[in-house]
């Protein structure tokens, strides 16, 4: 065997060598042999220490970087903003330093750990991506083709006739305060004290952002003061604000107490001024009617006006001008972070593949089409393209409505529900404000290790009332607390699962009609809402039940009937816990199915009318009828002709006793089922 660096000698034999005089000896071969490896191990000892100082300077760069990325991290989604002048990397040390330690840092290591590894395993899904389709071959290529036609087909949407404004009002929780109070002029000061709502630009030059703990603040700028928030005031406040921009688009869409979206379009044709001269009045009125100043971007969409409006902060506006070069240019540089749906994730993904500005995007077009599935909406960043439609929020989007409170660490039972009363109580103004009644109830919890969770409860019946939703939210904490000790620092109670009062309403109230009929007496006028709501729910539900045991054929193995589950629900008093899958098959008829048969029934009819949801049969009514006299039409059927109701009647007769169903199918009980049950079955006038 021969080694490199050494002498070609076998170690089993003994070399003979001749001296200068001629005589001989005899020398071991591992006589001289240690200088050999001395000079050889000297020379692998070095690259072994080399190799291990250069590992070491990668695991220390690497460290560094992960350090890097925590810190910004802990620096928080608001960085960014304006008025933040003092160098961000040593606001990042400070921040991380301040809460190093604490409990909030480790759950955000630990967050940014876990962000880590699912970076590491998208990036080593592109890279085996990348081994397989190299730059210039054949498959690059046609990617790159599809890549423009992407391009193309997205430029072909691009709109750029309507006028879209961003109002973002500037410092607006602490310009109410300064209007309040004027020595906080020129001050470093910020609103709240565990969480900062908003501060001051003096303090935004120390550092300090919207959303940052008091200690931190505190941190970077000693002499900060902090101000108690007021919510009820900003939202006067803001309420004022809108009324002002309201006027220049009665369809304005409003995002947040302090900020909007308008499309001026037909304010500036109507009045034949540019933007910039509409959005300077529009300014100049919220001035006048608050005392507050706001800032505004103005482009041909959404997505530009609100990077625009952050160009001029505070009490400005920046125009982008509505052509495609002018608005690619001022999309090339700018930091994807800037960009609105874009988070830490997405951008430290995107910063993996080298995209730190929307200008990139291009230059790794190939890439974001080969790693996602949905490329198009990178693409669409780059061109600067974004909604051009303007309007409210719809009330039917809206899913539900909660508060939560934030406190001291505790896990005293007492204030514990002390505090989750506060909110319930909260919650039941909201939804009376808003006109909603709610099915499902959440408790939110964080712990004191930042732990965010939920437990919910959806319900047979509706709920509004701050008692039942604290209630049940107190039963659910109980039982948590059960499982495990808990200490938390943030409590909070939502109602989802909404139904619309408002929309009830409008629709021609149906079911107030039916609440008139003649079996309404029966409830005197002196009974409370509460309870009347609750007589409704129960009729309700024992109608739906009559129904199916009127069509079930039912045999001992199939488990309790209907009417027994129905029997355990009011002894017990108990909210039923629906899964919806298992009601379509185990309690209710399939609505779907039942109703879409019923109204191609109904195309065939040319007179007015419409099937009765009980037996079926064919209720007539004028053509013109209005909702209300339809609904009296039907409501005398329910109680004078239902043919199912008369036969479970007969039925109860023939068994030598009273039908279990004759009491469900009373009037009183029929007038009062549901609009969203009855209004399926009526024929709407043409043009109606």
């Not at 009828?625 to 339809?630: D, G, I, N, P």
């Amino acid at each position: 065997m021969t080694f490199p660096g050494r002498h070609n000698i076998s170690p089993k034999k003994k070399i003979s060598s001749s001296t200068g005089n001629g005589n001989s000896h005899v020398r071991s071969p591992l006589k001289g042999k240690g200088k050999d490896r001395a000079e050889d191990g000297g020379t692998s000892e070095a690259q072994k220490a080399g190799k291990k100082a250069q590992g070491s300077n990668e695991r220390k760069m690497q460290d560094e970087e992960a350090l890097a990325r925590l810190r910004k991290r802990m620096a928080g989604p608001s960085s960014g903003k304006a008025g933040l002048a003092k160098d961000q990397d040593e606001i990042n040390k400070i921040i991380y330093e301040a809460s190093k330690g604490s409990r909030f840092f480790l759950k955000e290591k630990e967050t940014s750990e876990r962000i880590e590894r699912q970076i590491e395993s998208m990036l080593a899904d592109k890279d085996d991506i990348m081994s397989r389709v190299l730059p210039d071959s054949v498959e690059w290529r046609n990617q790159e083709k599809k890549v423009d036609v992407m391009i193309r087909d997205l430029e072909a949407t691009r709109d750029l006739s309507r006028v879209v404004v961003h109002a973002d009002m500037d410092f607006f929780y602490g310009a109410c305060e300064l209007k309040r109070d004027p020595s906080l002029t020129g001050k470093c000061f910020g609103v709240g004290h565990g969480v900062l709502v908003t501060c001051s630009y003096e303090a935004r030059a120390f550092g300090v952002r919207s959303g940052m703990a008091g200690h931190i603040a505190k941190a970077l700028c000693p002499h900060i003061i902090l101000v108690d928030n007021d919510m009820k005031h900003y939202i006067e406040t803001s309420e004022k604000v809108m009324a002002v921009m309201h006027e220049y688009d009665p369809t304005m869409a409003q995002a947040s107490l302090d900020e909007a979206y308008l499309d001026i379009t037909e304010y500036c044709e109507s009045n034949r001024v540019d933007a910039d001269e509409a959005v300077a009045r529009l300014r100049e009125d919220v001035k006048q009617a608050t005392g507050l100043t706001v800032s505004c971007g103005i482009a041909a969409n959404c997505r530009l006006a609100k990077i625009a409006s952050d160009k001029n902060k505070p009490n400005g506006q920046y125009l982008v001008p509505a052509n495609a070069t002018d608005i690619m240019h001022f999309m090339h540089d700018l930091p994807v972070r800037k960009v609105s749906g874009i988070g830490r994730v997405t951008e430290r993904y995107l910063e993996a593949l080298g995209i730190d500005t929307c200008g990139d995007i291009w230059e790794k077009r190939v890439v974001l089409a080969l790693t996602l599935r949905h490329p198009e909406s990178f693409l669409a960043i780059y061109l600067g393209l974004g909604k051009t439609h303007v309007a409210p929020t719809e009330r039917g989007w809206r899913r539900s409505v909660g508060r939560e409170h934030t406190f001291t660490p505790t896990s005293n039972l007492e204030e514990l529900l002390s505090e989750l009363r506060r909110c319930a109580d909260k919650v039941e103004s909201d939804l009376e404000e808003e006109s909603y009644h709610a099915q499902k109830v959440t408790l939110t919890c964080k712990t004191s290790s930042y732990t965010r969770f939920t437990r919910d409860l959806t319900l047979g019946h509706r709920v509004w009332k701050a008692d039942d939703l604290f209630r049940i939210t107190k039963e659910l904490l109980l039982a948590e607390l059960k499982e495990r000790k808990l200490t938390l620092r943030l409590i909070g109670v939502r109602a989802g699962t909404l139904i619309d009062l408002r929309k009830s309403q409008a629709a021609g109230s149906i079911e107030n009609a039916f609440k008139r009929a003649k079996a309404a007496p029966s409830y005197s006028t002196a009974e409370s809402h509460a309870e009347q709501e609750r007589l409704i729910e129960d009729e309700e539900r024992q109608l739906r039940l009559a129904i199916e045991a009127s069509l079930q054929d039912r045999s001992p193995e199939d488990g309790p009937s209907v009417e027994e589950r129905l029997v355990r629900e009011i002894k017990t008093d108990r909210p039923v816990i629906r899964n919806m899958r298992d009601e379509r098959h185990d309690l209710l008829v399939d609505d779907s199915n039942s109703m879409r048969s019923d109204l191609v029934k109904l195309e065939e009819h040319e007179e007015g009318g419409g099937n009765c949801p009980i037996c079926g049969k064919w209720v007539h009514w004028p053509m013109q009828a209005t909702e209300s006299q339809a609904a009296l039409a039907l409501d005398e059927h329910l109680s004078e002709d239902c043919q199912t109701g008369a036969n479970a009647e007969a039925s109860g007769r023939d068994n030598g006793g009273t039908s279990r169903l004759a009491p469900i199918f009373d009037p009183r009980y029929a007038a009062r089922k549901k609009k969203r049950r009855i209004d399926s079955y009526f024929i709407k006038p043409a043009g109606s």
